[in-house]
Structure formats: C-alpha cells, structure tokens
C-alpha cells in the first residue's frame, strides 16, 4: 500500500519531467501531462481501497541525518491522507483532460501542463509524506507552482501583481509556520508525524498555544483566510483550470488538511480554537457578502472559496474534524466543477463579467445541469453532497460543549447567517448565467457545446458533487475511516455522528429558501438588473472586499516604503557621503602631488637624496633610543 | 693610517659630485658629477676593505677590491651609454640641457584619457591646399 502511495507521489513528478523535456512537442506534452496523472488517480484508488479503515501505515527510509535529528523520506498512509489523495488526483487529472483543448491555443501550454504535473505531485507529497520537513518542502513547491501559474499571462499587467501578490501573502504565513514546525519537532525531538502526534497526545507538549498560533498562520496564509485572504481573488489572473485545481479543490484545501493532521496540536490550546472560530466567522460572512456583489465570475466563486473554506476551519475549532474534512472533500468536487464550468462560459461568453451572460441554459445545457447540481450542493439544497457536509459543520458547532462551548456559538450563528449570503450569491449567479435574455454582445454564436474533453471531467466531478454527501448516512463511518474524531493518535470512544439531524438544518434550509426566493423576486422583476443591488450601501465596499487591501496598504504597504525610503537615503547620503568622500580626498591629494611632478630630473634627485638623509637620521635616532633603553 | 682620511675625502668627492649632479644644468656635466659619485663611493669600499684587513678571517676574499673593480667596470659602460643617450638627445633637441627635458611632467590639466578615440593621435598636418 505504501508502495502505492510512493507511485502516487512519484507518477507526477515524472510526468512533470517528461513534459519539460519534451520542449514545444505539442502531442508529447499531452501525453506525459494527462497518461501519468491518470496512473497517479488509479493508484490513489488502489490506496484507498488497500486502506481500508484502520490505522497508520507507515514505510520510511533514512533521507539524511541533519544533526541531532533525522530527515525521513517515507509515506503514511491514513484515511485522511487517502481520502485527500483520491481528490486532488481525481481533480488533477480532471483538469489535464480539459485542459488538452481549453489551453489548447496557449503558446506556453507544455509549460503549462508540466507545472500543473509538478504541483500534484508536491500536494500528492504534502498528503502523504512521513516527515513534517518534506512536508514544508511539498509545501512551499506548491506556493512556487502557484506563483508560476497564476502569473501564466506573465504579459498582463494583473497577472504578474496577483503572482507577486500571492507568492508575498503566502509567504507571510509560511515564515511563523516554520518557525512552528521547528518548535514542535525540537520539542518532540523528531520530525516524523507519526512521531509528532504520539508525542503531543501524550500531553508533553509546552507552549501549546504558541506552536498552534504559528502553524494557524501559516494556515491562514495558505487557505486564504482573514486577513491573508486577498490574494486568492485577485489570484484569478491565471488561467481557469488553474483556479479549479490550486485555488480551490487542493492547494487551498492543504491549508484545513494540515490542521486535521496536526489536530493534536490544536486540541492542546483551547484559545487558539476560539481564534480560529472569529476568523472563520469574518472570512465566512466578509467574503460570502464580497462574493455577493462582484461582477466578475471568476472571482465571484473566489470568494465563495474562501467564505466555504472558513466552514472548514469553524468545523476544526468546534472539533468537528469529520465534518471539515468532509466538507474538503465535497467542497473540492463542486468547487473544481464550478471553475471549470465558468472556464466554458467564459469561452463561449468572451469576457469574464456577469452582465455579459444570460440565457446560456439551452446553449449550453450540460454546462447548466452539471453546475446547476454544483450550485446546488454549494448552498447546501438537501440531499447534495454540500448539504450533508455543511450540516454536519453546523450541527457539531451548535451542539458544542466544554472547551468547543464558545468557538461553537461564534461558528453556529455565522454560520447559519452565511448559509443565507451563500444561497443569495449562488443564485444570483445562476440567474445572471443561465436565465434571462442572451446579450447581444457574444462575439459568436456556431459553438453550441464545448468540446467533450472539456464536459467529461464535468461530467466525472458532478457526481460526486451529488451524491458524495451520502456517505454521512453511515452514522459513524465516514469519522472511523479517517481515523476516529481526532486522528489516530488520540484514541476517540465513538467517531462523530455527521447525519443531519436537529434544529440547525431546519434554520439552515428556511433561511436558504428565504435568500434565494428575495433574489429570485428581484431578479424576475427586472431580469437585467443585478440583484447585488439588495445589498444598498454595502454594495460598493462589497465589491471592493471590504477595503481590505487598502487597509493592509496603509498599515503595512506604507510604512514598510516610507522605512524602506529612509533606508535608501541613509544609504545614497550617508554611508556613500563616505565612500565617494574618499574618491573626492585622494583626487585632491593626487591633485596636490601632480604639481611636484614637473618633470626636471633634478628636483626629483634632490628630493630622493633629501628623503634618504631624513630616514638615515630617522635610523640613527631610533637606534639610539633603542640602545638607551636597553642601557 | 687613520681611516678618517680616505673617508673624508669620499665625503668631499661625494659632496662635490651631488652638487654638480643637482645643480649643473649640461648633461655631460652630469654625467661627469655621476662618475664623481661613483668615486667616492669605491674610495669608501677601499678603504673600509684595508680596515678589514687587519682581522685575519673576516674577509678573506678582499671583498672591498673585488667590487671596486666591479664599480669601475660598470661606470665605464654606464657612462658610454649615457654619452649615446644625450648625443642623441642633443641631436634630435639641439640642446643638452637637462632642465628643458621635462616631456614627463605632469600634465597640470589632468591626465589624458588613452582609452578615448583620437586622444593620442598625432596633430594632423593640413596637406597643401590650393
């Protein structure tokens, strides 16, 4: 199994190689970005389905001794890391396929495809790898590969700021999480997770709350959280299937998954759990209303990304670790199937903006099916596969207690208040795209249907976006193959219950239908019209996020450049005054002894016969005072 | 007899010979003044070569004479290259002046760029025009 694991892993990474070697050869970049990615997806599933149930397995070997400690290079196959692995392969491959025609005018496409293989491969690794070291590794390739790809358009203007933007953001994170790791592994006195977590749940653990601060940060760095969040909508500068795949089934989701691998840890500091409960609920309701008002398709399901991706983290602070990760999972599909979606409207459309569209429903009607069930399961109507995980996240939080008391009631109310914003904006969203009359402004009209590359992987993803949610009904199943409420190393009496059961999904549901029919009545009352209109006043910061960049601009832009202007004037006047004053000095005494060399021989003589005089006296006399001394 | 003699007398032809090395403008005096001071010079050899004498073993290959010898040998062949040096300098300058031979001075303007184009290109004759 752990063989299957390494292949996994390995698959990619040779595909990645292969295709970069292949240079512009347009059919063997197809094949070396699509053949071993679809290897990667069965063996995924062959470890999967090897797993079973139960327990770690673990296969390591000895990569380096870096002092005191040891570097492992080895997999640890869970259910938790299967279950991830099935999805990001599953995606992956799903985005190699429809990439074969969607990028298919792209000059750059072998690039293309080569780092997509080499970031599959390295989230493959942070899924499965043994060692919290190669786990940063994995870690900070994906954050490379992301930059690469987001900044694919490297002629647009936006497209290199949002690379930057989102390569300096998550790096803000990354810096406090390594210093995290490093305390953990110091004080566990070994890197390997297995190792890790044993030790924690055995209770050793000294200054919990930091080591969990610092790791949240490079969280919410890497998940896009609040206030670390505005990279990933302006990260919709790359190309489409790459907003599906990175930014939001996987790379985005690797952030929540190292939380439910470290649960541990988080378990250990009870403050940082209500801190991760008020930034969920921020990012969950700021970016659903962001999310509300944007024009832009694109980043209309960013901010859904990012509000759907605090469920997930309100669902680790209330100890709902069964139903984030669920949540992960379910959200990945629907998620990955609603960008690659919008990636076939925007071709068929020609522009990215919501005023640009309507009335796609028989124009594209697999298109509307598959992201109709998407949407569907993105609100959480009943019976999709968001419905069960969302309820699940909401039901542990309301039912909190103890130490999850108070993260619960923060994530419960905002997260019952978000359900509603999340049904608003998705329909909203589906209105302005399938219904309503067809704008006049579509450059053409033969294309009825995308190609088939393109809505197979629709096709595969909707699936299951519907019925995925159905495993919940197992009661206790899906909390015991992922290892029981809080990972393998702290033995659970009885794994969570994710059924929907209670109050919460009867306020959840009235609260959905009542967005959706106020959307659905303003919307039918002027079709064109945008309903973000209902938001009034809010609208417009809405649409800007809140002003977030601005504020991050005036706290920390400003202050870093006026620092930075000091710096550069010390510099240029001060410790240069030095350094060109010197140049200036020895000009001016070069200046002095030219005038001495007038040329006749004479005075040269003279000069060099009075010097000897004046060192032989020199002599004498030091020799003398020497010799007095000694005397 | 004292050795105070001899090297009073390299003292005074050394004396002599600086003057007329500083002083004297006429290369050939010059010249003549050099020789002067090689003289005094070899006188003081000489003469600290018999004071050594005296002590058996300190100096037993006459270290003093030897190079005396080779002094004058090396003054005869620096004097004839420098009477070539300023016959051909009083030829091409029809002076031997040593005080106007000053094409190494400094230039008070500043040093030339070499690297430029045309910096140390000769002046152009203009060819007879109509």
Redo the contacts between chains.
Sequence with gaps: MNLFALLTIALPVIGSAATFAGGRDLRHARFWSVAPTAAALVTSFIVLAAHGTDGAYIATTRLAPAGSFTLWLGTRVTGLSAQVGVLVTIVATCVQVYSLTYMKHDRRYPTYAALVSLFTAAMLLVVFTEDLIVLLVGWEVMGACSYFLIGHYWDRKDARYAAIKAFLVTKTGDVPFLFGIAILGVQAGTFRVDGVLHWVASGQLRYAPLVATLLLCGVVGKSAQFPLHSWLPDAMAGPTPISALIHAATMVAAGMYLVALLYPVFLAAPGVLILMAIIAAITMTGSALAAFAQTDIKRVLAYSTVSQLAYMLGGLAVGGRSAAVMHLLSHGAFKALLFLGAGVIIHRVGSNELSAMGGLRYRLPITFWTMTIALASLVGVPLFSGFFSKEAILGTAWNASGEFAAPGRIVAIFGLITVALTAAYATRLWLKMFFGPFPEASPEDSRVEAPSTELVPLIVLAVPAAIFGFVALGQGFFGSLIGGDYGEAISSTLSADLRPAGITSLIAFLLAALAFLLVWDRWRRDPAADPAVLLGPLREPALEGFYVDDVIDFVLVQPTKGLARVVGFLDTEVIDAYVRGTGVGARGLGGLLRRVQTGNIQLYLAALFSGVIVIAVALIELSQHSAGQVR | MHAVYPLLLGALLFAIG?YG???RRNAITILMAIELLLNAVTINLIAFGSLLSQFPGVDPYNVGQVFTLFVITIAAAETGLGLAIVLMIYRQRGTAA??E??????P?RGPVDETEPGARRPLQTTEAGP
């Design positions: 600086l090395v500083l002083a040593v005080d031979q000053r094409d190494l001075a400094e008070l």
